[in-house]
Structures are given as C-alpha cells and as structure tokens.
C-alpha cells in the first residue's frame, strides 16, 4: 500500500511540473465596440508573461470548439463556456507550447503566451450587426479577434520582436483564415509566423457519398456573416462557404505558416467522414471511439481518406517558409499538451518532435515539410481513445 501511494504522489508531482494553471482576464473594454461572445458577455483570454530575452516574442493561440451552423446550434452553445465567459473556468492548464520552463518547452517557454477562449462558434470570424432580442445571439468572432489583438498592442505587443499566431481545432483554423490579417496588424519590423494545430479540415464526402461538411460550413458562413473576413482572392472565385476550406484559402496565405495534422484527424473521422447522420446504424461507432477497432474494410475507407487528405495538401509545401509535421496518427490537436509536443515519449516524424520542428522552422534553424508513412506503420503516435 505504501508503495502505490508514493508511485501516486511521484505521478502527481510529474503532472504538476508538466502543466501548471493560468488565470482569466475579460477584456471588459471589449463589450463597447460589441466584440462579444455569442451571450453578449465580455471576451476573455488567459496569458502567462513573457520574460528575459522573451520578453518582446507572443504567442496568440486561439481554442477551438467546433462552430455552430445556426440559430437552434448556436443558441444550445450560447449558455455554455463555448458561448459565454461567464460559464468559463477561471483558470487554464498550460503545459506542451505554453510551459514556462525550457525542459518542456525550450524554444518558447520565455515568450508571451496567450490562450484566447472560444466563444463566438465561427472561428473568429462573425460579423453581423444585428442582434435578435428574441434569441439575443451576438455573431461577432471577428470583432473578437480585432478587440484582443488591439488590446495586446496596447499591453506590449506593439515592440514584438517575434509574434506567431497559432490555434487547434476551430482555432487552428482561426490561424489560416486570419493569418494575414494578423500580420497587417503588427508593426513590419515584427517577425511574423502563424501555426496551425489540427486545423486542417477538408471538404470530403461522408462514408455514404453526401456532402455534409460542406453544406455544414455554408451555413456557419452564412449565419455568422463571415464572409468578409475571408480572402477577397478565394471569394472571387468560388462561393464563401468554400472558402472556409483551407485547401481553398492555403494558396493565398503571404505569411510563412506551419500545419500540425493527423492524416487521421479523429475530428474528422467522426464528424467529417463518419458523421451521424451518414452512420445511423452506428457501424462506425467502436472505429470512431478507437482505431484498433476498425475493420478491414473502415481501414481501407480511412487509407482513402488518408490519400484526400494529402490530395488537399498538393501545392502547400512550395514554399521553404512553409512548414508541415502531418503524422499518421488517430489524434486531434497535439500542441498544447506535453505528452505530444516534447516528452521522452513524444510522437516523431523524421526522428524530429513537434516542438523542435516548430522551433527550427521558427527561427530558421532548418525548414520541416513531413508527412508520415500510413497508419499503423508509425509506433511513436499517441493515438487518442474515446470514451
């Protein structure tokens, strides 16, 4: 008995050291220029200081949380932490890309390192005047992106030497749709790069052949009003919901930027390919929740959508100043925990970390382009399993 309980509080300190908690700020000032969630409550961010020789580099990182296509879904997420700081956690784990020690985090530990919450369903890029009094749902994402840089410049960012804006999920996807429009905002002599973390999502048919991602992203589109915050060269071109893809926008990014993707997204496999009103009989269900459950015949669906994947990417890597670690793994987001940014035991591609492949295509130490051999060939992966 004594035994496991000091292996217990051995395991607890290790956690400790691993991630340590960050507390909320709201960015009240934020409510007169109506950047608000989707209740009308105040934005909020957590952020950790920069200090020595960090103390002019930021860090922006985004949350993600998927979006919400419309009325009935945004206002199920408008009393939720997704929809309302006021259902937020005071206080934020930060560990993997936002430690502070340089053991767990050595090429950023030192920056100023922000966590902005997610709470507008549209990946930060709502715009839309109008408030109905009947739902009181406030569509302003991209208000709350301008309001939180802005009040960033004002707090020191305005000397960054170094910035990169960054985000997982539906905020790294925030990183491609706003990663110009960062740059634009900061002084010219500041290096800019952006990051994105399992971001990547692609327009691809479900498992019985319907459209439903697409359809789904029109109407986030529509309903937030985000068109005007995407690239004028992509909506020319094709219709705004398209240029929600960031196969469709990717080409049209000036700013150097990095993908983080699982070839295997476990986002995607569930909600893209195997959604469920594509699996009614839930055939896909065990697959979805743990890779090692597939059948042949899922592996061979999930290898194609593999091959999709990489077909979307075609182009991305024609440029040194474009950076991608897309690993075979079934996980999603895999920056900002310490077991897949920088452990002993940390997912490698080309016997390479995340962190470090960030950190050398950062600074220019060395450029990163990888993709990884086909599940299950790479034995360094975290795969996730689902509940």
Same mark, same amino acid.
């Given at each position: 008995?004594?035994?496991?309980?000091?292996?217990?509080?051995?395991?607890?300190?290790?956690?400790?050291?691993? !991630?340590?908690?960050?507390? *909320?700020?709201?960015?009240?000032?934020?409510? /007169?220029?109506? #950047?608000?969630?989707?209740?009308? &409550? $105040?934005?909020?961010?957590?952020?950790?200081?920069?200090?020595?020789?960090?103390?002019?580099?930021?860090?922006?990182?985004?949350?993600?949380?998927?979006?919400?296509?419309?009325?009935?879904?945004?206002?199920?997420?408008?009393?939720?932490?997704?929809?309302?700081?006021?259902?937020?956690?005071?206080?934020?784990?930060?560990?993997?890309?936002?430690?502070?020690?340089?053991?767990?985090?050595?090429?950023?530990?030192?920056?100023?390192?922000?966590?902005?919450?997610?709470?507008?369903?549209?990946?930060?890029?709502?715009?839309?005047?109008?408030?109905?009094?009947?739902?009181?749902?406030?569509?302003?994402?991209?208000?709350?992106?301008? !309001?939180?840089?802005?009040? *960033?410049?004002?707090?020191?960012?305005?000397? /960054?030497?170094? #910035?990169?804006?960054?985000?997982? &999920? $539906?905020?790294?996807?925030?990183?491609?749709?706003?990663?110009?429009?960062?740059?634009?905002?900061?002084?010219?002599?500041?290096?800019?790069?952006?990051?994105?973390?399992?971001?990547?999502?692609?327009?691809?048919?479900?498992?019985?052949?319907?459209?439903?991602?697409?359809?789904?992203?029109?109407?986030?589109?529509?309903?937030?009003?985000?068109?005007?915050?995407?690239?004028?060269?992509?909506?020319?071109?094709?219709?705004?919901?398209?240029?929600?893809?960031?196969?469709?926008?990717?080409?049209?990014?000036?700013?150097?930027?990095?993908?983080?993707?699982?070839?295997?997204?476990?986002?995607?496999?569930?909600?893209?390919?195997?959604?469920?009103?594509?699996?009614?009989?839930?055939?896909?269900?065990?697959?979805?929740?743990?890779?090692?459950?597939?059948?042949?015949?899922?592996?061979?669906?999930?290898?194609?959508?593999?091959?999709?994947?990489?077909?979307?990417?075609?182009?991305?890597?024609?440029?040194?100043?474009?950076?991608?670690?897309?690993?075979?793994?079934?996980?999603?987001?895999?920056?900002?925990?310490?077991?897949?940014?920088?452990?002993?035991?940390?997912?490698?591609?080309?016997?390479?970390?995340?962190?470090?492949?960030?950190?050398?295509?950062?600074?220019?130490?060395?450029?990163?382009?990888?993709?990884?051999?086909?599940?299950?060939?790479?034995?360094?992966?975290?795969?996730?399993?689902?509940?």
């Amino acid at each position: 008995m004594m035994r496991v309980c000091i292996i217990l509080v051995g395991l607890l300190s290790l956690l400790s050291i691993e !991630a340590y908690d960050v507390g *909320l700020t709201f960015l009240d000032s934020a409510v /007169a220029q109506g #950047a608000v969630c989707l209740d009308g &409550s $105040a934005p909020a961010y957590h952020m950790d200081k920069g200090f020595g020789a960090g103390i002019d580099n930021w860090l922006v990182f985004f949350e993600g949380g998927g979006w919400c296509n419309n009325v009935t879904n945004c206002l199920a997420r408008r009393d939720t932490r997704l929809g309302s700081s006021k259902q937020m956690l005071t206080t934020e784990t930060f560990s993997g890309m936002f430690h502070n020690k340089p053991k767990y985090n050595p090429d950023f530990y030192d920056w100023n390192r922000i966590k902005v919450r997610y709470c507008d369903g549209a990946s930060f890029t709502g715009d839309v005047e109008e408030v109905d009094p009947k739902t009181n749902l406030h569509f302003r994402g991209a208000r709350i992106f301008r !309001a939180v840089i802005e009040d *960033l410049l004002a707090k020191g960012m305005k000397n /960054a030497k170094n #910035a990169m804006l960054a985000g997982c &999920s $539906a905020g790294g996807l925030t990183s491609i749709l706003q990663c110009d429009n960062f740059r634009s905002l900061l002084p010219s002599t500041t290096k800019v790069k952006c990051l994105s973390d399992a971001g990547f999502f692609i327009n691809a048919k479900t498992v019985i052949g319907t459209s439903h991602i697409e359809g789904f992203y029109a109407d986030v589109v529509q309903t937030h009003g985000s068109a005007k915050v995407l690239s004028p060269a992509c909506t020319s071109k094709m219709s705004p919901g398209l240029c929600f893809f960031p196969q469709n926008m990717i080409q049209y990014i000036e700013t150097p930027i990095f993908l983080i993707n699982a070839a295997y997204d476990s986002w995607q496999v569930k909600n893209i390919l195997a959604p469920g009103v594509a699996d009614r009989k839930g055939t896909w269900r065990e697959c979805k929740l743990d890779i090692t459950k597939c059948s042949s015949d899922q592996l061979n669906i999930l290898q194609g959508y593999r091959q999709e994947f990489l077909k979307a990417l075609t182009g991305f890597d024609n440029s040194p100043s474009r950076g991608m670690f897309i690993n075979s793994c079934y996980s999603h987001c895999q920056t900002g925990i310490q077991e897949t940014w920088l452990r002993d035991d940390s997912p490698l591609l080309g016997n390479t970390t995340i962190a470090k492949a960030v950190g050398d295509w950062y600074y220019e130490r060395a450029t990163f382009q990888k993709i990884d051999c086909p599940y299950p060939c790479d034995k360094t992966c975290h795969n996730r399993v689902f509940e």
